[in-house]
């Protein structure tokens, strides 16, 4: 069987962060989290600004206004990311 990646969409049911990791709980019911050190934008945002994260289009990407950032949620789901995992200190 060959897996093809673009045959999926994940959709959330809800999104939060804590400690700098987004979380999405996905309709399945796993919950996946990310560091937001993954994206350009999230990675210099404030904690109270990570946390005004919403849902938008049924579920389908994450938004931040303050930011202007949206992530797909399939995307992250499937490791998508603007930059590498950090080194740890």
Same mark, same amino acid.
């Given at each position: 069987m060959i897996f093809n990646p673009n &045959?999926? &969409?994940f959709v959330a049911t809800r999104v939060w962060v804590a400690n =700098?990791?987004?979380f999405m709980e996905l309709t399945d019911g796993r919950q996946i989290g990310f560091p937001a050190a993954r994206? +350009? =934008?999230l990675s210099s945002? +404030?904690?109270e600004q990570l946390a005004q994260v919403v849902l938008r289009l049924g579920g389908?990407?994450? =938004?931040w206004d303050d930011l202007d950032e949206d992530i797909t949620v399939t995307g992250a789901a499937l490791g998508r990311f603007q930059a590498p995992l950090p080194l740890a200190a």
């Open positions: &045959e999926f &969409e =700098r990791i987004v994206f +350009t =934008r945002a +404030t904690d389908s990407a994450m =938004r």
